[in-house]
């Protein structure tokens, strides 16, 4: 509420949330300080709460480029170097006064780090949205202008706040400085008693008269939700709101009912008429005000229709109009969003069941990262519904979602199987490097499959299975018989054919390959994978299957892994989920060493820098973070911190390393976790190499690598 006695916590960012903003529909964005310049807020918080087998919040990093355009080399930054690492601000351009590519998608966005403003394009995508480098509105190479907010004015030029200082970031603490009052480090350079305000305004404007808004002129108000400003629209609703004009109900509705669009195929009079009408509290008390609300459901602009499931009360009535108006399959995924973050507030009834086994076998819901999810927390809110839907279509569902020891199992290895549905990849090369989304950071169980033709004579012949290498282990068969079976990322695998086993024709190779500790698969040099055969070798370098058995983490959505809504929700709520935490329990209990470690807030350092365990051991780390900016922990094999560190430094700078948690896929990153935000934590486990000796970790965050690491000591067995 505007007076603040009442507050809903709607979502949580990477880091501080420097920035928000509003397009001209209401679709919310952020910025960050740390790397995520451009955000869109999507699902509440309170969704996603408790919410098992999803990790995911309801902001989700948007932008889509690394480097800002700085037109000096003098500027100072801690992390994310040449990076947002202090974006502020996040206003749409949404008046009218600038050319027509700007409205509603120019996002203004502050880098004060840089000295610049820079232009962020906001396209839709799905039920989402994407951005793109629109490079800069304002650049300076005075190393003291440092843009921290920028907003369109009434008169629709972009009026930006410049701090206008030489002394920007607060910490880490330079040696020899000391902390003040807000943990700043005291520096006598900051300036604290001036700043700059600068107008930026387009030459071919048409002339803006200006508005003098009157609360007692009523029909002054009115006229202005139609402006071509959203800074006047909504101040005329605010205004609205606060007279508590009730009378005038009837003209509100009025605009609620036309019809008409924009040149943006938007329609600001009806919409912020609904808002207008929610704000005074009719459309909860009013019959009359409501049944135009539920007419509005099927309103031609996309945005309206929007607005009208947003404003309904989430009631009995309300699910049936909804349901009749279409909406949750509505043709504008951003509508369809919102209807489905509508459905999860409703009462459970019946009809819900069925609505959304409907939508979660509907091809647009899976595919789009936004709607799949919003379909997913309705089933688990509506689990009971949904669960008796899922039955009725299948009475035997259920039962067959159960695994026990009993159920026939998929033999990978068989050569009979059909493998023509697995994905086509490259050997040896590390899974995620090439374009097979689903194995982009995905730690796990996956198959690989190849089949190679031999004559008479070459099947007689004395034969080794050169595999290269394989991270972290494998269980080999061929044509059905295992042959060998290997742990440790680094070794090399050369296993012995059983005479007899090879056959003339069709021979098939199949690898079960596990890994749980970042990169994974077949992967060395390709010289090294091919079958010795006699005194030849048949290479097998190239073209291989390959399919996922067992997720056990992954940096893409479970729904681009294979997973549907039901079948994640089953794995999750139905009759298998209490087995699952069962086994979990019992591979706690396996834990040899356990250890917890803690960030140091604002010093991007690990309080433990020095941990000891056994080698061969199986380790448990739980990684806290309590600072104010994302970090995660990854654990190296011996002497590659640098390496490591480089790589991921390099890796930054792609579009989607966040996503992957910054993480790039190496074989020297052996175990470790996700992107861990503030106030939260990850725990992982992992089986430490046989070799005693110093395996560094590190957060792999852009720029922390140098200061945030410490050392995990292997020692010998005692005799």
Same mark, same amino acid.
């Given at each position: 509420k505007p007076d603040g006695s009442k507050l809903e916590y709607l979502s949580k960012s990477s880091n501080n949330t420097w920035g928000l903003g509003f397009s001209e529909t209401f679709d919310v964005f952020i910025s960050t300080a740390n790397n995520t310049h451009s955000g869109y807020?999507?699902?509440? !918080?309170?969704?996603?709460? !408790?919410?098992?087998?999803? $990790?995911?919040?309801?902001?989700?990093k948007i932008d889509g480029h690394y480097h800002f355009h700085p037109i000096t080399e003098n500027f100072r930054q801690v992390d994310v170097f040449g990076g947002f690492t202090a974006a502020a601000g996040h206003a749409l351009y949404t008046a009218r006064a600038f050319p027509k590519e700007y409205w509603n998608t120019a996002a203004l966005v502050c880098e004060p780090t840089g000295h610049l403003l820079h232009h962020a394009i906001i396209e839709k995508d799905g039920a989402g949205f994407a951005e793109k480098d629109g490079w800069n509105m304002l650049a300076s190479h005075d190393e003291w202008v440092s843009p921290v907010c920028a907003e369109v004015g009434p008169d629709g030029a972009v009026w930006i706040a410049d701090w206008y200082n030489f002394i920007i970031q607060h910490n880490p603490t330079p040696e020899g400085f000391d902390n003040g009052e807000g943990n700043a480090h005291i520096n006598p350079l900051r300036d604290k008693q001036h700043g700059r305000i600068y107008r930026v305004s387009y030459r071919n404007a048409p &002339?803006?008269?200006?508005? &003098?808004?009157? &609360?007692? !002129?009523?029909?002054?108000?009115?006229? $202005?939700?139609?402006?071509?400003?959203?800074? %006047?629209?909504?101040?005329?609703?605010?205004?609205?709101?606060? #007279?508590?004009?009730?009378?005038?109900r009837d003209p509100l509705l009025a605009l609620v009912s036309d019809e008409s669009e924009d040149a943006l195929g938007l329609n600001p009079k009806a919409l912020?008429?609904? %808002?207008?009408?929610?704000?005074?509290? /009719?459309?909860?008390?009013? #019959?009359?005000?409501?049944?135009?609300?539920?007419?509005?459901? @099927?309103?031609?602009?996309?945005?309206?229709?929007?607005?009208?499931? @947003?404003? /309904?009360?989430?009631?009995?009535?309300?699910?049936?109009?909804?349901?009749?108006?279409?909406?949750?399959?509505?043709?504008?995924?951003? $509508?369809?969003?919102?209807?489905?973050?509508?459905?999860?507030e409703l009462p459970t009834n019946q009809d819900l069941g069925e609505i959304i086994v409907d939508l979660s076998d509907d091809p647009e819901v899976k595919e789009d990262l936004w709607l799949s999810r919003a379909t997913y927390l309705a089933a688990i809110k509506h689990q009971d519904v949904f669960i008796a839907a899922l039955v009725r279509d299948d009475p035997t569902l259920l039962d067959r979602s159960v695994h026990d020891e009993n159920q026939e199992k998929i033999d990978f290895s068989d050569p009979a199987l059909d493998v023509s549905a697995w994905y086509d990849t490259e050997a040896p090369a590390w899974w995620g490097n090439d374009d097979l989304e689903a194995f982009t950071g995905f730690d796990g169980i996956a198959w690989y499959r190849r089949s190679i033709q031999l004559s008479s004579a070459q099947a007689s012949q004395q034969s080794q299975l050169h595999l290269a290498k394989v991270a972290d282990s494998d269980v080999t068969y061929l044509n059905g018989k295992r042959i060998g079976a290997a742990k440790g990322w680094d070794k090399e695998r050369i296993y012995r054919i059983p005479r007899g086993l090879l056959k003339e024709g069709k021979n098939v190779i199949a690898v079960q390959v596990s890994d749980t500790g970042g990169g994974g698969g077949i992967w060395g040099d390709p010289e090294e994978l091919y079958l010795q055969n006699?005194? &030849?070798?048949?290479?097998?370098?190239?073209? %291989?299957?390959? $399919?996922?058995?067992?997720?056990?983490? #992954?940096?893409?959505?479970?729904?681009?892994?294979?997973?549907?809504? @039901?079948? /994640?929700?089953?794995? !999750?709520?139905?009759?298998?989920?209490r087995k699952q935490a069962a086994a979990m329990e019992k591979e706690r209990a396996l834990v040899d060493h356990s250890f917890t470690i803690r960030t140091v807030r604002d010093q991007m350092q690990y309080d433990l820098t020095r941990i000891e365990a056994t080698a061969g051991s199986t380790i448990e780390i739980v990684f806290i973070n309590d600072d104010a900016m994302q970090h995660n922990m990854l654990v190296l094999a011996p002497g590659t911190l640098h390496e490591v560190g480089e790589a991921a430094e390099a890796f930054a700078k792609t579009p989607n390393a966040a996503e992957h948690g910054y993480r790039p896929v190496m074989p020297e990153i052996l175990a470790g976790t996700p992107l861990v935000n503030p106030g939260e934590s990850h725990t992982f486990r992992f089986k430490a190499g046989d070799r005693p000796g110093e395996y560094p970790f590190v957060c792999t965050f852009p720029g922390h690598y140098l200061t945030m690491n410490g050392v995990l000591v292997l020692r010998g067995e005692v005799e």
């Open positions: 807020f999507g699902i509440p !918080n309170s969704h996603l709460e !408790n919410a098992k087998g999803l $990790t995911f919040s309801g902001i989700q &002339k803006v008269e200006p508005i &003098k808004l009157d &609360k007692n !002129n009523q029909g002054q108000l009115l006229a $202005t939700l139609d402006a071509d400003n959203l800074f %006047w629209r909504l101040h005329a609703q605010r205004l609205l709101v606060e #007279s508590n004009a009730a009378d005038l912020h008429a609904i %808002w207008t009408l929610h704000g005074l509290g /009719l459309i909860e008390s009013d #019959s009359i005000v409501r049944e135009k609300i539920y007419v509005a459901l @099927q309103h031609p602009v996309a945005g309206v229709r929007k607005a009208a499931i @947003q404003a /309904l009360p989430p009631d009995g009535r309300t699910m049936v109009e909804l349901a009749h108006a279409n909406v949750f399959f509505d043709r504008d995924m951003h $509508t369809r969003l919102a209807a489905l973050n509508q459905l999860y006699g005194d &030849k070798q048949v290479a097998l370098a190239g073209p %291989w299957k390959i $399919t996922i058995e067992k997720v056990v983490t #992954s940096a893409v959505s479970p729904f681009q892994t294979g997973e549907t809504v @039901q079948s /994640l929700f089953l794995k !999750n709520y139905g009759p298998q989920a």
